[in-house]
């Protein structure tokens, strides 16, 4: 390496050949190197002084962005307030142009599935885990973690779990194994809500079903 000195400081500093070569100056720090650009500005411009369309400020462009008009993303956003976009209140049904865009966007998701760029068990768990943390939120927001399935049975939230039916894992609980497979949780006194211990009886699924169904036949 070749000792040199710093551009802006004048400290010595290592550099390779290679570095000293390509480079005109050279620096011992960003700091350094951003007051020597400062105070140094390069003269030689190859761009424009292009006038905002909203502030009327100036501000400076490439050759390549002659057409810019807007100085900042806040001058562009103040300038958009009020259009109407082209596909507001149309679908697909009504304009060829939307149909297009539906049709290239499902066939786009039918070569990711292929190709294993999108996988629908990854997308499942993510799904959960949001439901399960928007679950969570409302627990700590003080929303209560029980409800009432469509069957009749109530459900608790467990943020290990999820949400899982209260008898099943209140027979486990008690009896320290989670339920065999092929079995249910059946009520002794016929009330899905009485969840209580000495109510739940594990009986097979072929004999629960039987069970229900001399039930109903015996209500007629």
């Known amino acids: 390496m070749i000792e040199t000195q710093c551009s802006q400081c004048g ?36 761009g424009y002084d292009v006038q ?17 008009k807007f100085c900042s993303k806040n001058c562009k956003s103040e300038s958009q307030k009020g259009n109407i976009p082209w596909n507001k209140g149309l679908t697909k ?3 060829e142009r939307i149909m297009s865009v539906s049709n290239k966007a499902r066939e786009q998701l039918k070569r990711e599935y292929v190709d294993g760029t999108r996988d ?9 885990e949001t439901l399960r ?3 969570r939120k409302r627990l700590v927001d003080g929303v209560s973690n029980t409800k009432i399935d469509k069957r009749g049975y109530r459900k608790i939230y467990l943020p290990e779990r999820g949400w899982v039916l209260e ?29 209580r211990i000495e ?5 097979s699924a072929s004999e629960h079903s039987k069970l229900h169904a001399r039930e109903r036949r015996l209500k007629k």
């Open 11 to 46: 400290k010595s500093v290592l550099r390779w050949p290679s570095e000293l070569k390509e480079a005109k100056n050279s620096f011992c720090s960003k700091g350094c190197r951003s007051e020597f650009i400062s105070k140094n500005p390069c003269k030689k411009k190859t």
């Open 199 to 203: 109510n739940l009886e594990l009986i």
């Open 52 to 68: 905002c369309r909203i502030c009327s400020g100036f501000f400076y462009v490439q050759k390549s962005r002659v057409d810019a």
């Open 120 to 128: 629908k068990h990854t997308i499942a768990l993510a799904a959960n």
């Open 167 to 195: 008898h099943r894992y209140i027979w486990e609980k008690q009896n320290g194994r989670r339920i065999p497979t092929g079995f249910h949780i059946h009520h002794k006194n016929g009330d899905s809500l009485d969840n």
């Open 133 to 135: 943390a928007r679950t």
């Open 93 to 95: 049904h009504d304009d």
